[in-house]
């Protein structure tokens, strides 16, 4: 009897523990998306991603690490003004943290060689990032870049016949 209590509170200690841990990883999640997406804060983004990060899914033209994730946020604030992520939820096993959002802004600056056109756009993203020791150590992601180069006339819409 006594052994079976020992086990339940070990369960119950080790929940709490993974708990903490999930819902720490999710704030600094949470905090990326928030002030270096949405704000453009450059400084949390060297405090929260770690030096040795790895992005998985990197974006054509820009490195699988760091300096170019800082490149490809620097790349879609200069592109879109008033770009903000609104998250919808977030998820987390562990330290990995799965977020679904959407971005909004207004195309006003160069994106993919397409010139601003001053267009209110919005495109969906699910990204999930691995985050050890308080810093974001790895990425991978989709995002809807399709809907996005349509929106600001890269492609024709999704309605168009051929």
């Known amino acids: 009897m006594n052994d079976q209590m020992n086990d339940t509170t070990n369960d119950t200690t080790n929940d709490q523990a993974s708990d903490t841990e999930r819902q720490a990883a999710i704030a600094v999640v949470r905090r990326a998306i928030e002030e270096v997406q949405g704000r453009g804060d450059f400084g949390v983004y060297d405090e929260l991603f770690a030096d040795d990060f790895v992005d998985h899914t990197p974006q054509p033209g820009v490195t699988a690490d760091k ?13 879109f003004s008033e ?12 330290g ?9 802004g207004i195309h006003t600056g160069d994106f993919l060689g397409i010139a601003p056109t001053g267009t209110t756009v919005h495109f ?3 990204d999930a990032m691995r985050v050890s020791g308080g810093r974001i150590v790895e990425h991978w992601g989709v995002g809807n870049l399709l809907s996005l180069v349509r929106q600001v006339g890269g492609l024709p819409s999704a309605g168009a016949s051929i």
């Open 67 to 79: 300096a170019g994730v800082r490149t490809l946020y620097g790349a879609l604030r200069s592109a």
């Open 83 to 94: 770009f903000d992520p609104e998250i919808h939820w977030q998820s987390a096993d562990g």
């Open 96 to 104: 990995l943290v799965t977020t679904f959002k959407t971005y909004h």
């Open 124 to 126: 969906e993203s699910v």
